[in-house]
């Protein structure tokens, strides 16, 4: 059957699958059968004029005006919503409902006469941005953040997302949208100031509105004394300027090749069975009332000639022996990351290699600045040394931020 009522839907169908979600900045209004100034004519029922917005945002007030040439009993039918008056001029505020509905008005006059129209009225959800951040870390930590708009299956449909950034103490951050959220990923260096760090993310919508998350990240003290080494000077004979200069260059032209896209889906893993011998982010000095400086890895003990593996899959941006790193390689995994190995007694890999997770890319050593065969490994975000034992077992950004078969 055909009757009228099955085009009505159908007709609003079609305008349903053509209307745009949201039209950006204004609310459009719909004009309905408006004759100002004439009174119905016998046996014609009332003329009606009814003004809502076409998008409306979900939650919040939907006004609707209808105006009637004749006093009438107006009924205002929305969702599960009636609201029935007898006037010339209604004015009400209803909530919008997420979704599309139909608003229906109808005027009865005094002679039983009924005008009728319908209109439809879609309403989406506001974003509402959640912050993932670790709120306490040491200074050496790898700090990510996540700033998430949807997956909240309550507030479907929602409000399109125009922008979304994320801000550390009103610096803006650079980071990577994947979906629904930006991810950043920041070292937080070993030198920088314990105390109160604010994160705050914000949303824009289709309609301009803003929408912020605040959280604020607690940043503690290196909990580490000074350590006193003793090391002989014909060890630290293989530390000249000339190398350090040659090292550093290597280093910052390293980290300066590091893509921003993360090469890796899973998470890191050590790259050598070993005794762990010295800390990350260790405060000493080499020589009595000689100048501090920190240890930027974590040292792993292990006989000569074992093998390392690759930390996680990425490219080998050096390879070649240093006279105070020694055997070097470093790994540049995306999105800022790069892994070092430092004393390796033979390489594996050659510059401009593609390794994937686990791959053999040398073998420990004693090469360069060191007193007995271990790999000393460094994990950097930026150039920037951060804890290399945080990162085992953890996918970090790439992926999900959280450890594996864990929810933040
Ligand atoms: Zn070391």
């Known amino acids: 059957m055909k009757g009228p009522p099955a085009a009505a839907a159908e007709r609003a169908n079609r305008w349903r699958r053509t209307l745009p979600l949201v039209v950006v900045g204004a609310i459009l209004s719909v004009v309905v059968g408006f004759v100002l100034g004439s009174a119905a004519p016998p046996g014609e029922p009332p003329r009606i004029f009814v003004e809502a917005p076409e998008i409306a945002v979900a939650g919040r007030p939907l006004d609707v005006f209808v105006s009637v040439d ?8 929305y969702a599960d919503t009636t609201i ?12 919008a409902e997420a979704g599309t509905w139909a608003l229906e008005v109808e005027a009865e006059d005094g002679a039983g ?15 509402a941005p959640r912050l993932t951040v670790s709120e306490r870390l040491t200074v050496g930590d790898a700090l990510t953040l996540r700033l998430a708009w949807h ?18 103490d009103g610096r803006r951050l650079e980071g990577v949208v994947r979906g629904d959220d930006l991810t950043v990923l920041l070292p937080v260096p070993l030198q920088s100031e314990p105390g109160a760090r604010t994160v705050r993310g914000v949303v824009i919508d289709a309609f301009g509105d803003e929408h912020e998350v605040l959280k604020v ?14 090391v002989a000077a014909s060890t630290l004979a293989v530390v000249t300027p000339a190398g350090r200069e040659l090292e550093a260059e290597t280093l910052e032209r390293a980290f300066a090749a590091v893509g921003p896209e993360p090469r890796w889906a899973r998470t890191f893993v050590l790259p050598l069975e070993g005794r762990a011998t010295s800390a990350f982010g260790l405060p000493r000095r080499y020589a009595p009332g000689g100048p501090v400086s920190y240890h930027l890895g974590t040292d792993i003990a292990a006989p000569t000639g074992t093998p390392i593996h690759a930390t996680n899959d990425g490219v080998v941006r050096v390879a070649g022996m240093y006279p105070i790193k020694g055997g070097l390689v470093i790994l540049d995994h995306g999105f800022g990351v790069s ?11 050659a510059e401009g290699d593609v390794v994937e997770r686990g791959d053999v890319i040398g073998f420990v050593g004693s090469t360069g600045l060191s007193t007995g065969p271990h790999l000393h490994w460094e994990m950097r ?19 999900p931020i959280e450890r594996d078969g864990e929810d933040p």
């Open 84 to 95: 029935e008056e007898v006037t010339q001029d209604l004015r009400v505020s209803l909530l």
């Open 151 to 168: 997956g909240d299956p309550t507030r479907v449909p929602m409000i399109p997302v125009s922008d979304a950034f994320l801000e550390l």
């Open 381 to 399: 975000v930026d150039g920037v040394p951060t804890a290399p034992l945080a990162w085992v077992d953890r996918r970090w950004p790439g992926g």
């Open 339 to 349: 892994s070092l190995y430092f004393h390796q007694s033979a390489l594996a890999v």
């Open 217 to 230: 990240v607690t940043v503690e003290a290196n909990p580490y004394p000074v350590q006193e080494l003793n």
């Open 70 to 77: 004749v006093p009438a009993t107006v009924r205002v039918r």
């Open 113 to 127: 006469r009924v005008a009728h129209e319908a209109l439809s009225v879609r309403a989406a959800w506001p974003p």
